[in-house]
């Protein structure tokens, strides 16, 4: 019964040689990005809602909060890669009590900074507004809103990393399922929880939280269902409940992973304040262009991260089951798919650029200047996909300092200043090429690396 059971468990083996190692990547690769144009759609829905619903200042009362919640996913999204590597090799090594242990010790130590933070944040929430200097007209909006986000965030935190996991197992396609499922309800819900349809209470600005919560929530508790059916090896059971009284070595080495991911992403976003600072010079239509190429460039990312993510939790696996000289492989495999179907992608997006930039702009002056911003900078994120997945292959190891120091230079010793300078010459043009310079930079310290010093060790599981 329980080998019935472990048959129909979803996932990509990647130790299948009965099919192409890119088939197995895209089986896993597919629903990873479906599930990422998900979430981002879901929030960009509920945001529509909210504005043309409630008005312009929910609008703003909820885009204030955006940099305090950024930080706190900033480290949680540093967390679910550290545990990801650490369950791959353990999946990999075919040790199902690991996989658990793993999984129990960064699911304990995550509900309890998700409640540091719903304790921290309900209180300190208005402060932090008032420090970033959050308009009079909104703050009581936006403290709302803040302060349900942070209530919130004990049911939000450990369904993210428990989707997490599954990944790491190879399996992408429940995680879909259910964040479907979520994205789904919050989108029914928001304008439900606005409007107060069905008897349901009138929520205003914190409509789009509530609906997060129950929409997550009844994901959350269906996913769990679900695995216990299927009798997988992350099923929530007493082993679990035991588990997460945290392990401190596990604990330890998947901070050791996860907090430089977490630094970089947060040394990105600081690094697009201090572009869109130089932006704002050339004038309002120059940032209402800057919006607008920025969601074009927001789905053109999506595979690129998500390919990156595939190698390191395949890279994880073959070091798990101590098959180092698939790595290659992997490697050789996500670059040729980051080039094939970024490639693709973007094609399409020079081909109808007018077309795509007009969804989101009218104005015939700015619509001009989005059009020659994205001709300047969107093919250089083939390069960028290319050494997210030479970082994700190294992340696989546990290697994550050089990586790390690697991209934080490309971005503050090379796009900065190059954006800096070449506007000085350029004008707005040159804040744009200072992005494929900076891509060019990273793939080639990154390459460097992989090639001069990782590539050349041996790679032993971590825990």
Not at 21 to 44: C, D, K
Request: aromatic share 12%.
């Amino acid at each position: 019964m329980a080998q019935a059971q472990a048959a129909r468990r979803p996932g990509v083996n990647i130790f299948d040689t009965s099919r192409p190692l890119w088939v197995l990547f895209l089986l896993f690769l597919v629903p990873l990005i479906l599930s990422n144009l998900l979430q981002t759609a879901s929030q960009t829905v509920s945001v529509v809602f909210l504005g043309r619903m409630i008005g312009t200042n929910a609008l703003a009362a909820v885009s204030a909060v955006f940099p305090i919640v950024f930080l706190l996913f900033s480290f949680l999204i540093g967390i679910a890669s550290g545990s990801t590597v650490l369950i791959g090799q353990a999946f990999g090594a075919r040790d199902e009590h690991r996989v658990k242990k793993v999984a129990g010790t960064v699911l304990g130590a995550t509900v309890a900074f998700a409640l540091i933070v719903a304790a921290l944040g309900y209180t300190l929430s208005p402060w932090a507004l008032r420090m970033l200097d959050t308009p009079t007209n909104i703050i009581a909006q936006s403290e709302a809103y803040a302060r349900t986000i942070f209530l919130i965030s004990p049911i939000l935190f450990p369904y993210l990393v428990y989707t997490t996991f599954l990944r790491g197992t190879g399996d992408s396609t429940t995680p879909f399922y259910f964040l479907a499922l979520s994205a789904v309800l919050g989108i029914v819900l928001t304008p439900a929880f606005i409007a107060g349809w069905f008897g349901l209470p009138k929520l205003g600005v914190v409509s789009i939280a509530v609906s997060s919560l129950f929409g997550q929530g009844i994901s959350f508790a269906a996913f769990l269902m679900r695995l216990r059916a299927v009798n997988h090896p992350l099923k929530f059971d007493r082993e679990t409940a035991r588990d997460m009284i945290v392990d401190p070595r596990i604990l330890w080495t998947v901070l050791r992973i996860g907090i430089p991911t977490g630094v970089q992403v947060i040394m990105v976003s600081l690094a697009e304040i201090a572009v869109i600072s130089f932006v704002n010079r050339f004038g309002s239509s120059a940032t209402a262009a800057y919006g607008a190429v920025n969601q074009v460039v927001s789905y053109v990312q999506f595979p690129a991260i998500s390919i990156g993510i595939t190698a390191s939790i395949f890279g994880a696996q073959c070091i798990g089951a101590r098959r180092e000289e698939m790595l290659g492989n992997v490697v050789r495999t996500a670059v040729g798919l980051n080039y094939a179907i970024g490639g693709i992608i973007i094609a399409l997006c020079y081909i109808f650029a007018w077309q795509i930039m007009g969804w989101f702009i009218i104005d015939s002056h700015t619509l001009e200047i989005s059009h020659t911003l994205l001709m300047i900078t969107l093919w250089g994120y083939l390069l960028f996909g290319n050494s997210a997945v030479l970082s994700g292959v190294m992340r696989s190891s546990g290697t994550v300092l050089w990586p790390m120091i690697n991209g934080i230079f490309a971005i503050w010793g090379i796009e900065v200043p190059a954006a800096y300078l070449l506007m000085r010459h350029f004008g707005l043009d040159g804040v744009w090429m200072g992005y494929p310079i900076s891509f060019m930079v990273v793939v080639l310290l990154q390459y460097r690396y992989y090639t001069l010093y990782w590539k050349k060790r041996t790679h032993a599981r971590l825990v």
